[in-house]
């Protein structure tokens, strides 16, 4: 079967869009010219074959785009005869974490109707609590009482309970995110051993890495929040980069300049041109390179398809920029710097 899903993963990467295809698309004027063009691809053909690409608003683009990647996942879950209980739905699980901090993040903007209108109705029948009923909640007690029977009430209770709109939304997050990471070791140790289940750990230990030295970094530069404030927003799992190490940078000065520095030596090692203003960008070529690489050589079905889905969400974020700049008419040149190839 781990022959069998990488193979099944290999071909539908060979489907992935061109440079080719990149640079045409760069070039298409509107949202409708670029969703002209995608109807012409292999990968895409089927996703807007009923669409009618001048009445077509971005905002639906971007859905079926979503709603693409998650199909393909589906597709090969049920391929892998996983169920909701495997490693293999973790993608299941990060997007139930997606929704949940989503509708508090409108909850506390007072626009809990911007749920609704982006809510993607494609996944009600997958997650593990009422999606209709979390896009009518008001309130954080609302929300609290929609994940009554899922493991995220208690997780969230604690810090939603009596809380007022704008007190807790980060703590929500990291604390959803560290549940997940735990769900996923479990997981993991369930199902493999040895160096397989080993590999799969250190994917998300990395993505902990990398995701606490773009927090540090953005809040120390852009905000200048002082040591202790920042550290309540970094995940507790790491890979490379220690509490230890992160303490004593945030404790020198220029420590902005620093963490640039540490991301470059411990994982983009010269190899990656960044700007300081884009680090995401960075991660996103540093995740994209390592993804091609995983999948080229993995034996691991689990691993290929973690990469799989990775690429894809790489292209998707390509293809969200292109759509962008076509609502906005920026130029080629300036939306080609935001790609990752």
């Known amino acids: 079967m781990a022959d069998a899903i990488t193979a099944k993963a290999r071909a539908i990467y060979g489907k992935r869009l061109t440079k080719e295809d990149y640079n045409n698309l760069l070039h298409k004027r509107g949202v409708s010219g670029v969703v002209a063009y995608l109807k012409t691809t292999e990968k895409y053909r089927a996703a807007f074959a009923n669409v009618n690409e001048t009445q077509i608003h971005r905002g639906q683009v971007e859905q079926l785009l979503a709603k693409e990647v998650f199909e393909l996942y ?57 999606l209709m009923k979390l ?20 997780v969230l209770k604690p810090l939603l309970s009596g809380a007022k709109k704008g007190d807790g939304l980060e703590e929500c997050a990291v604390a959803l995110y560290s549940y997940f990471i735990k769900w996923a070791f479990k997981a993991i140790d369930r199902e493999y051993k040895g160096e397989e289940a080993k590999s799969l750990k250190e994917i998300f230990l990395r993505q902990s890495d990398l995701s606490n030295i773009v927090i540090c970094y953005r809040k120390r530069s852009l905000f ?12 507790e799992h790491y890979y490379r980069v220690t509490p230890a190490v992160i303490d004593d940078i945030l404790s ?22 960044y700007d300081p203003m884009f680090l995401e960008i960075a991660v996103r070529r540093y995740n994209n390179s390592f993804f091609k690489r995983q999948l080229n050589f993995t034996s691991n079905g689990p691993m290929a398809l973690y990469s799989l889905m990775g690429l894809c969400q790489v292209e998707r974020s390509n293809l969200q920029k292109i759509i962008e700049s076509a609502r906005y008419d920026r130029s080629p040149e300036e939306t080609e710097k935001l790609l990752v190839y």
């Not at 973790?90 to 909850?107: D, H, P, W």
């Not at 020198?252 to 041109?273: G, H, M, R, T």
């Open 74 to 130: 589906i597709k090969l879950c049920r391929f892998m005869s996983a169920n909701k209980n495997s490693f293999s739905s973790y993608m299941i699980k990060e997007l139930e974490i997606k929704q949940i901090v989503s509708a508090l993040t409108y909850i506390n903007a007072d626009y809990r109707e911007g749920y609704l209108r982006e809510m993607p109705a494609y996944l009600m029948e997958y997650l593990s609590f009422d």
């Open 135 to 154: 896009s009518r909640a008001g309130s954080y007690e609302e929300v609290l009482e929609v994940v009554a029977d899922t493991p995220y009430y208690k």
């Open 224 to 235: 200048n929040e002082d040591k202790e404030q920042i550290k309540k927003s970094l995940y």
């Open 252 to 273: 020198q000065p220029e420590s902005d300049k620093k963490l640039l520095a540490l991301l470059n030596k411990v994982y983009l090692k010269n190899k990656i041109e």
